[in-house]
Every structure is written in C-alpha cells, then in structure tokens.
C-alpha cells in the first residue's frame, strides 16, 4: 500500500507538470511508474500543446513540353519555371538554328556551331526544368497523359515506353517533309529539316565529285553524276541553290579542275518564280542573278515521279513529261504534319486539317489544357462576320438600331478616325465593313520567326496567369461561356523581315515598311542579323569563326 502510495503522488505531480506551460510554450513531463502486480517499469512521455506541423506548399501544375525547336525553346526560355513542375520530352538534346542549315550543307559553318544542348542552355533554372531524350507517339487528353519512347535506352519493362501526366500541355513537334505522296522521294531526295540532313547533303556532294573523278567514267555520266537538282523554290531551295554554287565555284573546282565543265545546277519550280513569298522585286532580281550565275530555272513544272537516277516532271501547262538525270537531289517543297500530331487531331475532331488548329490564344480548341504553337499548329481566327450580331448589339447601347461611331470605337479599337463621331451606320453597313475586315486577315506563315514569338507570348501568358485571372487585360468575351473580358490578350504576329541569300556575297531583304533591300550590303546586313539571333554567346562566336575561316582559307571540301 505503501508502494501505491507513492507512486499515486507521482502521478498527481505528474498531472500538475503538464497544467503548468514552460517557458518555450510547450509542457512536457515524465513519469515513471513501477507495477506493483508485474514489477514493469512504464515510461510514459506527453506534450500538452504540440506544435502544429508546417503546412505543405501547393503542389506546382505540371506543364509538359514537346519539342525543343524554335517555339519549344523560345517557350522554356522564356516561362517562370519557379511557379511551374516543368518536364521537357524530345528526341533532339539540342536546339538547332535552323536558318544556317543551308550553310551547314557546304561548309560555311560547322554543324556544332548552330546548335545549342538543351541542358546546358536551361542550367541556371536548375531542378525546375527536367529533360527527358525520348520521342512522344501518342497524346491522350483524356487522361492528361503523353506517351513516349526512350531515344537512348530501354526502362525496366525492357521496351523504352513511358507515360508523362500534365496539367498544362504545350505541344511545340515542329512539322515534317511533305512529299505530296510523290513516288521515290523519301527513297532517293536528301531534305533539309535537321542538322543530320544538312551533314548527309555535305558527304553527298563530295561523293558525287569524287565517282566523277574516277577513271573510264564517260562524259554523259559525269554530266549525269555532277548533275545537282534542287525540288522546291523556297527560301531554303533557294539558300541551298546559292551556297551550292559558292561551294562548287570557290572551292570545289579548284580542287576539280578536270570535271569543272559538267557540274550543273537546276532549281524545279511548280509556280511561275522562285520565292513566291517574297516581294516581286526581290523574285525579279533572284531570276536574273541565278541565270547569270548559270543556275537554271526550271519553273512551271511539278515532279510527279523520282527514281534512283532520274526524276520524271511534268510541264502544268502542256502536260508534256520530262525525264532529268540527276546525281544529287535535295527535296524542300513544303512541310507536313507529324504522325503524333495527326493521330492527335483524329482524337480532337480534326481529322481533316493539315495542321493542328488552335484559337487566338494558342489553346486547342477541344482540350482546355493543351497548347500548341510553331509549325504544327494554325492559328483559327474567328470570322468577325461570325458574331457580326453579338457585336451589334453590344455595341448599340441606346437600342436605336444603329451605332455612330463612338459606339464602334468603344467595341472596335481603331477602326476609324475620332473626328467623325456624328456619322451612323446600320448593321447591313456594319456588316459590310466587317466583311472586308475578314478578307484582309491572313493565316501566319510556318517560319521560325512566327515560332519564336508564339514561345514568347505563350510564356508570358503562364508567368501572369494568376494576375490575369483576378485582372484580366483581353478583350470583351463576345461568344462562348462565361462574361466579361478574356483573361489574355490575343496573339498578334510582328512581321520583322525576311532575308534571302542569293551567293555571291550578295542577298535581298524586305523588311517592315515595304523596304527592300538587295545586293552586297544586304548580304552584311544578314550576317549581323544571324550572329545577334544566336542564342548564345558560344554559338555567336563560333558562326563568327567560322565565317571569317571560310573568308581566309576556304570550305574544307574533306568527307567527315
């Protein structure tokens, strides 16, 4: 009794320690206590006000990138990753600036001078960027899950296949070739989409020069193995054409001398002129250059059939057929759509395009979370005529069925002059202005310029989504669910100019303001626009490099 006694006060002492806070906020005792009936000794430990854990921070959304080319870049660069979980997936580690592939193909520069590693590019993000080298070939927006294919290796399961979960998906793939389902060409053209195909154009040529130089080998097929034909009169045919030229006439012929006389270039053209997206100044001026430099144009016809040695055209306006001889055939007459993406379509009810659609802010459509910018998307803009009645209305405040122009300008920015406020229109003249309006709206052309852009203004968006969510900046929600304002302005394309190398040290530009510029200044002009848009300082001075290297001791003609 004794004993229990005892151990009684204990526990009552006990109970007074955890009633009474210490100087830290949190009570905390100690008893121990022996059994009597067992003899066990029991340690017993409490806290009468435990601190309360730290809650966890929220869980970042995951943002999922595919494709690390111009608009895929451009995006990574630019987007707050502290605010995101971001994984980028492409089977290409590196970034290539695709606007000195034609140079890459003869030596004017080195492939590794126009690419940039992916990892070292986004270091100073650190962990809030993850990379993974892997092909994605299949997009479910179901599930909000990518499905991709390791470029390097396989995982556990022993195939290489693995799924990506998203919350926000930005699909960046780029574009492929499109050969028009035209006979031989994936078997025996060279294209001009990656740095690996620039590099297989260079071998090629110096093979073609070193068969021809062979022994017992006739005239005819020299002129048939030095025999160069460019499908496609594009700025990058037509870049590739020049510095073809610049290589065989600078450099290889000297090398060559024996088989100078049979090297021939050919540029094949469906349309009426060559860079149909040019200025006709610019198109005019490429002609007459090319003809005097001994490059021939073969315009108006279209390839209908390419074989190992030959390629079969046809005339579009006789409809006669003609068979070219060839040694060496570059095919860059337009883009088509990746696999992945097609597939993609087919699941969001566009089967039928030839380019994943997308709205004014980049988003598809069909899919809330999924954007898509650079060449394998379009954008869809949305036919004013469309909501001409919604606009109507809106804009007519006092019901009197017809708006002044005061009214316009309140729903319309800029659509007329201020000083004229006392005219009115009807809505059958409403209609009408706005029915011009859309004939002039133009889709934006596939180039690395729209791409780089849409990356910046996608990237901008995501940093300022939770500001612009509370204070939105976009214009009146007219059509579709909810009110009030879009979150996000529009994307709106800046045209800065466009250059065409010609050889020669010379090339035309035609620049903002419908300036046209052509001719050896011109050709200047490009090579401090091309070494300012590199993305780094290592790429910028190795381009320099290698420019001034040609300028002193020539290509390297060697088949490495």
């Known amino acids: 009794m004794g004993f229990s006694f005892f151990a009684s006060r204990a526990a009552a002492r006990f109970l007074e320690d955890i009633r009474r806070p210490s100087s830290a906020g949190v009570s905390t005792a100690a008893l121990l206590l022996t059994a009597a009936s067992g003899g066990g000794i029991v340690a017993y430990a409490d806290s009468a006000r435990a601190e309360e854990a730290p809650e966890p921070p929220p869980r970042k959304k995951k943002v999922v990138v595919l494709g690390t080319g111009w608009a895929g870049t451009s995006f990574l660069k630019n987007l707050d990753s502290s605010r995101y979980e971001v994984k980028v997936i492409s089977p290409r580690n590196y970034f290539a600036f695709t606007p000195l592939l034609p140079s890459v193909t003869c030596g004017t520069v080195e492939a590794r001078s126009v690419v940039e590693p992916i990892r070292r590019m986004f270091e100073k993000k650190g962990k809030d960027v993850a990379y993974y080298e892997a092909e994605c070939f299949k997009i479910d927006p179901t599930k909000k899950a990518v499905h991709c294919r390791s470029a390097v290796g396989t995982n556990l399961d022993g195939n290489g296949d693995f799924m990506v979960d998203y919350d926000y998906l930005v699909v960046a793939l780029g574009a492929t070739v499109n050969t028009f389902n035209t006979p031989g060409v994936m078997e025996h053209c060279h294209f001009l989409k990656e740095v690996e195909d620039a590099q297989k154009i260079r071998k090629s040529v110096i093979d073609c020069f070193e068969r021809a130089s062979i022994p017992n080998i ?130 969001v009810g566009q089967g039928k395009r030839r380019a994943l659609a997308t709205n004014e802010w980049l988003r598809v459509p069909e899919c809330d979370s999924v954007y898509a910018i650079g060449d394998c998307s379009s954008i869809s803009q949305r036919k004013i005529m469309e909501d001409i009645s919604t606009i109507f209305k809106v804009a007519d405040k006092d019901n009197s069925g017809t708006l002044t122009l005061k009214e316009i300008n309140d729903v319309l920015e800029d659509i007329c002059d201020s000083n004229k406020e006392s005219m009115v229109v009807n809505i059958e003249e409403f209609k009408k202005a706005l029915s011009h309006v859309d004939s002039q709206v133009k889709t934006v052309p596939a180039t690395a310029q729209v791409a780089a852009q849409q990356g910046y203004y996608l990237a901008d968006c995501f940093n300022k989504k939770d500001h612009c969510i509370e204070h939105p900046e976009g214009p009146l929600r007219l059509t579709g669910s909810g009110e009030g304002h879009h979150n996000f302005r529009p994307f709106r394309y800046k045209h800065l100019g466009q250059f065409a190398p010609l050889g020669g040290e010379q090339a035309a530009a035609e620049l903002p303001g419908d300036w046209v510029s052509m001719g050896h200044s011109t050709q200047w002009l490009w090579y401090s626009v091309y070494a300012s848009k590199q993305v780094s300082w290592r790429t910028r001075v190795l381009v320099v490099s290698d420019w001034t290297r040609r300028f002193i001791f020539g290509r390297d003609s060697s088949r490495i």
């Open 218 to 347: 006739s005239e005819e097929e020299k002129r048939k193995i030095l025999h160069f034909v460019i499908i496609g009169g594009g700025p990058t045919g037509v870049e590739f054409a020049a510095e073809l030229h610049d290589f065989l006439v600078e450099d290889l012929v000297k090398l060559y001398p024996a088989i100078e006389q049979f090297v021939k270039i050919t540029i094949i053209q469906s349309g009426e002129h060559i860079l149909n997206t040019f200025d006709q100044r610019i198109a005019v001026f490429a002609e007459s250059k090319f003809q005097r430099d001994g490059i021939e144009l073969s315009t108006g016809f279209r390839v209908i059939k390419v074989s190992d040695d030959s390629i079969t055209v046809k005339c579009k306006s006789s409809g006669v057929e003609t068979l070219v001889p060839y040694g060496m055939a570059v095919w860059s007459a337009g883009i088509g759509t990746r696999p992945v993406i097609t597939d993609f379509m087919s699941q």
